[in-house]
């Protein structure tokens, strides 16, 4: 097996790991909000994107100014390719923290792509 697939396999190993340990440790204590958001951060770097968002949501029910599990979400959100729910995470974190450096490039990167989007939709005819 070569090196590289070994690491893959060993980090996907304790990815999996980490998952079942947060999992356990929600259920002993699901008022946690810190738990859900690291059971969410687990699932998304093993790159189960969908299964962290509700992770996410409930470490945000439970803290919603909880900055972490925010600005986790809002990544999921647009490496899933939900631009517009990202940026509506990043603005109800701005609420919270105003001038967190997070907040302010993910707002700015989000806008960027949408007006680039809103470009591509308005040329997108003439060229055809």
């Not at 909000?33 to 968002?53: K, Q, S, T, V, W």
Request: aromatic content about 4%.
């Amino acid at each position: 097996m070569p090196e590289r697939s070994r690491h893959r396999s060993a980090d996907a190993a304790r990815l999996e790991g980490a998952i079942h340990w947060f999992e356990r440790a929600v259920r002993c204590a699901p008022a946690k909000p810190r738990l859900h958001c690291n059971l969410g951060n687990a699932m998304r770097d093993a790159g189960r994107r969908e299964d962290a968002l509700p992770h996410f949501d409930r470490a945000l029910a439970l803290d919603p100014g909880l900055a972490e599990a925010t600005i986790a979400r809002a990544k999921v959100l647009d490496e899933l390719g939900r631009t517009e729910d990202a940026l509506t995470a990043y603005r109800h974190l701005e609420a919270f923290e105003p001038e967190n450096l997070h907040v302010l490039l993910g707002l700015s990167a989000g806008f960027v792509l949408v007006a680039k989007q809103h470009r591509l939709r308005a040329h997108l005819p003439r060229a055809l």
